[in-house]
């Protein structure tokens, strides 16, 4: 079964940035659409940003989009989300997923295997 594990998250101010990394336990993460999701107390757990398996397809959630950046290396597989001009409100846990199919996508029941998160907090 995939495992998938989050790391890069952290504290940072307003205006800064992290990079996100997802890295998965077997050597076929090329087989996987990956897509970044997040959760802040109280809400809804929500489609950051997606890769499809050869990440010649992406998406970004509206609020993101010029300021985050999703990209692969299968070769490492992992998978990577680059966050800059990070504001407050872009604290949550973020977690990435995994899909097979032929296509990344926003709706996490799509996704079948998932990590356990990693914190991100945005506060001066």
């Known amino acids: 079964q995939l495992q998938l594990v989050e790391s890069g998250g952290g504290l940072v101010q307003p205006g800064g940035s992290l990079r996100l990394s997802c890295a998965a336990s077997?050597?076929?993460?090329?087989?996987?659409?990956i897509g970044w999701f997040r959760q802040a107390p109280g809400k809804e757990r929500e489609g950051v940003s997606c890769?499809?398996?050869?990440?010649?397809?992406?998406e970004y959630e509206d609020s993101v989009k010029g300021r985050f950046t999703i990209s692969r290396d299968n070769a490492k597989n992992t998978v990577y989300l680059q966050m800059n001009s990070l504001k407050p409100e872009d604290t949550a846990i973020y977690y990435c997923?995994?899909?097979?199919?032929?296509?990344?996508?926003?709706?996490?029941?799509?996704?079948?295997?998932w990590g356990r998160g990693t914190q991100v907090t945005v506060s001066s």
């Open positions: 997923a995994a899909r097979h199919g032929y296509y990344c996508s926003d709706y996490s029941y799509l996704y079948d295997y």
């Open positions: 077997e050597a076929t993460l090329a087989s996987y659409n």
């Open positions: 890769i499809s398996r050869s990440g010649g397809t992406t």
